[in-house]
């Protein structure tokens, strides 16, 4: 094989590990909760006891209008944010599971692409899309007012707010070709700063101190080191070797890594806030091309409860068909529960108590992890 044709292999390989990197980071960290539960909100959602097993709510949700786009994500333990498009146009509501109303809390004239709250459920961030290559950040209060308006110049943004500020969200912008801009969105401010970062996907560690995997640009790698860097230092220190992903939940550090004594293994650890080990377990993992695949996760810090879907054998990816277990371990004392079995690798995310999870690519089930169904949101 010619010089320039290798060459060429190797930049194509490098390509698929970038997206996959980019693909898992979106359903990994554009979701990532808060265990605070939120206050209730307005006539409706005043003097409505806690969350209730699920025999009580109001499901099918009944679209008022529109098509049911997705759900954006949890609001409170019996309330949830939803997206309908009509049109060029959609529609962010309220809906409460206890009384089966839904209120339209913001309406947008360009098609809206994604929504998160605030770690504490105080503001939601939404992300619309007025061309191929412009996204729009509106920032809300709970009512639904605009707090903030942006326009950035983008082919694609990803998220991540800061749980130790939650004035300040950390934008990845990135052109067409995958380069990228990393930019601070400071609400209070209201002001948007550019940042030097070695790599676009990146967790907050602290107030100013943010995580990240330093992949090695001059070729493939199937791991990286993990490091630390405050926002206002020039370099990073690196705090573990040979990482294949990982998460950051408030003080709670996630690393996902393989042993090379058991390579059919992920080896989930859990460290504190000095980086100290809480837990750790393994589970069996699926080998990709390019590497292996992390099932979708989540984490109660709360309750130190984490829900991960687990294959029930390690196998390639592409040949496996035995579907995933829904299983929470207790990352204090290790215990092990199987919710669900069968389930597809599709997004998790716990409510603000953790007592029950939305499920699916469009969030478009609700589990209750207490009683172990599963339910539609939605009706097909």
Not at 21 to 43: L, W
Not at 218 to 238: I, V, Y
């Amino acid at each position: 094989m010619s010089f320039s044709k290798c060459t060429l292999l190797i930049k194509f390989i490098f390509q698929i590990i970038f997206l996959l990197v980019f693909a898992s980071f979106f359903s990994a960290c554009a979701h990532q909760q808060d265990a605070e539960p939120s206050p209730s909100k307005d006539t409706d959602k005043e003097n409505v006891p806690p969350a209730q097993p699920e025999d009580t709510w109001k499901l099918p949700i009944e679209i008022p209008e529109g098509e049911f786009y997705k759900v954006g994500g949890w609001y409170s333990d019996h309330q949830i944010l939803y997206i309908t498009n009509l049109e060029q146009s959609s529609s962010v509501y309220l809906y409460n599971l206890l009384t089966g109303s839904s209120e339209l809390l913001y309406k947008s004239e360009v098609p809206i692409v994604t929504l998160q709250t605030s770690p504490s459920k105080k503001n939601i961030l939404i992300q619309s899309s007025p061309s191929t290559y412009e996204g729009q950040v509106t920032i809300l209060s709970l009512e639904g007012s605009e707090i903030l308006k942006q326009a950035i110049p983008s082919y694609e943004l990803a998220f991540e707010w800061n749980p130790f500020n939650e004035s300040q969200i950390l934008i990845s912008s990135f052109n067409e070709d995958w380069t990228f801009q990393m930019l601070l969105l400071d609400i209070e401010q209201r002001e948007t700063t550019e940042l030097t970062l070695p790599q676009p996907f990146v967790k907050w560690l602290g107030n100013e101190e943010v995580a990240y995997l330093n992949w090695n640009d001059d070729g493939p790698s199937l791991f990286a080191p993990l490091m630390m860097k405050s926002l206002r230092a020039e370099t990073g220190e690196e705090i573990f070797t040979d990482v294949l992903q990982f998460a950051a939940f408030n003080d709670i550090l996630m690393t996902v890594t393989v042993k090379d004594d058991e390579q059919l293994q992920a080896t989930y650890t859990f460290y504190d806030e000095d980086k100290r080990i809480v837990n750790s377990f393994s589970i069996p993992h699926l080998s990709m091309f390019s590497g292996w695949l992390v099932p979708y996760n989540d984490l109660n810090v709360s309750k130190g409860e984490f829900l991960t879907l687990k294959p029930v054998k390690s196998a390639e990816a592409d040949a496996y068909r035995e579907g995933f277990e829904l299983v929470s371990y207790d990352i204090n004392n290790g215990k092990r529960n199987v919710i669900l079995n069968g389930l597809k690798n599709e997004p998790i995310l716990l409510s603000p108590s953790g007592k029950f999870a939305l499920y699916g690519n469009r969030f478009e089930k609700v589990i209750d992890l207490e009683t172990k169904e599963l339910r539609e949101l939605i009706e097909k």
